[in-house]
């Protein structure tokens, strides 16, 4: 007998696209698609989005696919029809689980006596496409849709691209890397969540350089940096909504966010891969425009001068703030501009990467 135990599973975001499928653009099935995925993966969500959207008091506990049924829990003592009737369209197609002396038990699963355990189809999940998802960063909120989260979920509204750039880094550091191209995750101009985020962070009037520190303070102060996926071993690869939704990430989630927010204003910048021996891989961003260099991480890219705008630590000055590793043009390996889908060597020039594909 298997008692539920609702845990994250860290997976590269590229997977949930495949796990949705790609019919009926819009509608209420692509939908119910799209939330079950999120669903499955709080990493990429937060915890119990359903829940979260719906109002409903059950509690999601397991997708399981191989008999296409969704198990939620519920409090006997909050059960009723009303709570059924929000989580399916088809009352008849619930199983409820039996009292036993250990628990409840349903299909080779166990919880407390005091809660139910139910399941029906997954294609009976209650889904309303007006549904929105709030969630709180300081003092703003992110709001996205269930069409924006559709659309998010396909990769329509990023740039999308070759996943993966394994380039060989052995003749500067003495090892091989193998990275993700991160910028294949940044939001495209225009992407209306983000879009209505920004507007309300920043002022009709604001310099490109005043734009470029309010939404650096945005991230580095409503979103969290999370040890969990820096430490995982494997890279936790997540769209920029999903950055907002669960309230944080690692260096390369809070970078893509940052990245997607710059996205929707005319601010330039460039994503900096940096490796180095003693301090491992770092992803971090450098904004174009007018600021005091104070703190010396200024760097030429193209002819144009760009500043740090480190994600990684709250409250981030750019052009001030100073660091405890300092990061120098020396430590800077490649160089990727998200909009042209292009990925440079910062020491050479040579384009390895450039639209998606790799350059052997």
Same mark, same amino acid.
């Given at each position: 007998?298997?008692?539920?135990?609702?845990?994250?599973?860290?997976?590269?975001?590229?997977?949930?696209?495949?796990?949705?499928?790609?019919?009926?653009?819009?509608?209420?099935?692509?939908?119910?698609?799209?939330?079950?995925?999120?669903?499955?993966?709080?990493?990429?969500?937060?915890?119990?989005?359903?829940?979260?959207?719906?109002?409903?008091?059950?509690?999601?506990?397991?997708?399981?696919?191989?008999?296409?049924?969704?198990?939620?829990?519920?409090?006997?003592?909050?059960?009723?029809?009303?709570?059924?009737?929000?989580?399916?369209?088809?009352?008849?197609?619930?199983?409820?689980?039996?009292?036993?002396?250990?628990?409840?038990?349903?299909?080779?699963?166990?919880?407390?006596?005091?809660?139910?355990?139910?399941?029906?189809?997954?294609?009976?999940?209650?889904?309303?496409?007006?549904?929105?998802?709030?969630?709180?960063?300081?003092?703003?909120?992110?709001?996205?849709?269930?069409?924006?989260?559709?659309?998010?979920?396909?990769?329509?509204?990023?740039?999308?691209?070759?996943?993966?750039?394994?380039?060989?880094?052995?003749?500067?550091?003495?090892?091989?890397?193998?990275?993700?191209?991160?910028?294949?995750?940044?939001?495209?101009?225009?992407?209306?969540?983000?879009?209505?985020?920004?507007?309300?962070?920043?002022?009709?009037?604001?310099?490109?350089?005043?734009?470029?520190?309010?939404?650096?303070?945005?991230?580095?102060?409503?979103?969290?940096?999370?040890?969990?996926?820096?430490?995982?071993?494997?890279?936790?690869?997540?769209?920029?909504?999903?950055?907002?939704?669960?309230?944080?990430?690692?260096?390369?989630?809070?970078?893509?966010?940052?990245?997607?927010?710059?996205?929707?204003?005319?601010?330039?910048?460039?994503?900096?891969?940096?490796?180095?021996?003693?301090?491992?891989?770092?992803?971090?961003?450098?904004?174009?425009?007018?600021?005091?260099?104070?703190?010396?991480?200024?760097?030429?890219?193209?002819?144009?001068?760009?500043?740090?705008?480190?994600? =990684?630590?709250?409250?981030? %000055?750019? +052009?001030? *703030?100073? !660091?405890? @590793?300092?990061?120098? #043009?020396?430590?800077?390996?490649?160089?990727?501009?998200?909009?042209?889908? =292009?990925?440079?060597?910062? %020491?050479? +020039?040579? *384009?390895? !990467?450039? @639209?998606?594909?790799? #350059?052997?």
């Amino acid at each position: 007998m298997k008692r539920f135990q609702v845990f994250a599973i860290a997976i590269l975001a590229v997977m949930v696209a495949a796990l949705v499928g790609c019919d009926n653009t819009g509608s209420e099935l692509e939908v119910r698609r799209a939330l079950v995925t999120y669903m499955e993966q709080p990493t990429f969500s937060g915890q119990d989005i359903y829940r979260e959207v719906s109002g409903t008091v059950a509690r999601f506990q397991l997708h399981n696919r191989s008999e296409s049924k969704l198990y939620f829990i519920v409090s006997k003592k909050e059960l009723t029809n009303e709570v059924i009737d929000g989580l399916t369209t088809n009352r008849n197609a619930v199983e409820f689980g039996k009292d036993t002396k250990l628990g409840v038990e349903l299909g080779g699963y166990r919880v407390h006596i005091d809660n139910m355990l139910l399941r029906f189809p997954t294609d009976n999940l209650r889904i309303d496409p007006t549904w929105v998802i709030r969630k709180r960063l300081g003092r703003q909120q992110y709001t996205i849709s269930m069409a924006e989260l559709v659309d998010f979920v396909h990769d329509r509204t990023v740039y999308g691209g070759e996943s993966i750039a394994q380039l060989s880094v052995q003749e500067r550091h003495g090892r091989t890397a193998l990275f993700a191209n991160h910028g294949t995750k940044v939001a495209i101009k225009g992407e209306p969540s983000l879009t209505r985020l920004v507007t309300t962070v920043i002022k009709e009037g604001d310099s490109n350089e005043v734009q470029a520190q309010k939404l650096l303070d945005l991230v580095t102060m409503g979103l969290d940096y999370d040890q969990r996926e820096s430490r995982a071993g494997f890279e936790t690869l997540k769209r920029p909504n999903e950055v907002l939704m669960t309230g944080g990430s690692d260096c390369s989630g809070l970078v893509i966010a940052y990245a997607s927010l710059l996205e929707q204003t005319d601010v330039d910048y460039r994503l900096l891969y940096c490796f180095n021996r003693w301090s491992g891989a770092h992803l971090t961003v450098a904004v174009a425009g007018d600021f005091k260099s104070q703190n010396g991480y200024d760097y030429k890219i193209g002819g144009q001068l760009f500043h740090l705008a480190e994600s =990684t630590v709250k409250g981030f %000055r750019i +052009g001030r *703030t100073e !660091l405890t @590793k300092s990061i120098n #043009k020396d430590y800077i390996s490649y160089i990727q501009s998200p909009r042209d889908g =292009t990925i440079w060597d910062a %020491r050479t +020039g040579s *384009t390895i !990467l450039w @639209k998606g594909w790799l #350059k052997l």
